[in-house]
């Protein structure tokens, strides 16, 4: 019961606009100077998505992907790579396939237990 398959937490129409906000995200980040505030309004508004969505980044595969694209991103020549979106595509994939294969991680939302909801009888 463990490996059994959940339901999508993220599905094809969410992963397409997330995956085009973040587009337009780094295509905005290429202006020198404003990236790093660029990237700060951006990853806030993927934190606010992600956990609408029952996303959670405590996660360390999920944390590190993120922490690397901010670290990315923060450094002015090289945040003209699409950082934002690969780490956007790669969160969506780990997220898939989490529910795909029904991988309990931490940071995911729990399901509720069972036995919570069932009443002793005497």
Do not use: C, Y
């Not at 606009?17 to 780094?26: G, R, Y």
């Not at 020198?32 to 951006?42: K, Q, S």
């Not at 934190?47 to 609408?52: K, Q």
Request: charged share 15%; net charge positive.
């Amino acid at each position: 019961m463990e490996n059994e398959p959940r339901p999508q937490r993220i599905n094809n129409i969410t992963a397409g606009f997330m995956i085009a906000v973040a587009i337009v995200f780094d295509l905005i980040s290429i202006i020198p100077f404003i990236n790093i505030l660029v990237d700060i309004v951006a990853w806030l508004v993927f934190g606010f998505w992600f956990a609408l969505l029952g996303v959670g980044f405590i996660n360390p595969r999920r944390f590190a992907v993120m922490a690397t694209s901010f670290i990315v991103g923060a450094i002015p020549v090289v945040s003209a790579l699409p950082e934002l979106t690969v780490a956007i595509i790669v969160t969506i994939l780990m997220v898939k396939s989490e529910d795909k294969l029904g991988i309990k991680l931490p940071g995911s939302p729990a399901k509720p237990s069972v036995r919570a909801s069932v009443k002793p009888t005497k």
